[in-house]
C-alpha cells in the first residue's frame, strides 16, 4: 500500500526526475503516494520523451499506444535507460527477459499495471 512522501523523497524524486517535465514529475509524485495505475501512461510518456532527441518528440505526440516503440527510434540501450527511470518512479523490477515482451506504449502500460498488482498481492 503507497504511502504519503516525505519532503525529503519527495525533493530526491524532483531532483532525479528533473530532466522530465512538470507534468511527468508532478505523476511520479502522485503515483508513489497514490498508486493510481491512471498515471502509468503520463509517466511513460514523460520518461520516453526524457530520452528523444527534440528532433524526434514529434513523433511521441503522435503516437497511439499500440505505436511500436521501434518508430519511435528507441535504440536498446536508451530503451534501457528508460526501464531504469521507470522501474525508479514506479518502484518496480524489470527483468531483461521480460523487456522482449515489451514493443509498444500499450504494453508498457500493461506490463507495469500486472506487475504493479502482483507487487501490491504480496504485500498483502
Not at 526526475?17 to 508532478?26: A, E, G, S, W, Y
Not at 505523476?27 to 528532433?55: C, E, Q, S
Request: hydrophobic share 45%.
Amino acid at each position: 500500500m503507497p504511502t504519503p512522501l516525505t519532503e525529503e523523497q519527495a525533493a530526491a524524486l524532483r531532483d532525479q526526475f528533473k530532466r522530465c517535465d512538470t507534468q511527468t514529475v508532478d505523476a511520479i509524485l502522485k503515483f508513489r503516494g497514490t498508486g493510481d495505475i491512471a498515471l502509468l501512461p503520463v509517466i511513460v510518456r514523460g520518461v520516453v520523451r526524457r530520452y528523444l532527441p527534440a528532433d524526434k518528440a514529434g513523433l511521441l505526440d503522435a503516437a497511439t499506444e499500440e505505436t511500436n516503440l521501434a518508430d519511435l527510434h528507441i535504440e536498446s540501450l536508451t530503451m534501457l535507460e528508460i526501464v531504469l527511470d521507470i522501474q525508479d518512479a514506479v518502484e518496480v523490477v524489470i527483468e531483461d527477459t521480460e523487456l522482449r515482451e515489451i514493443k509498444t506504449l500499450a504494453d508498457v502500460r500493461r506490463f507495469l499495471e500486472a506487475k504493479l498488482a502482483a507487487k501490491q498481492q504480496q504485500q498483502q
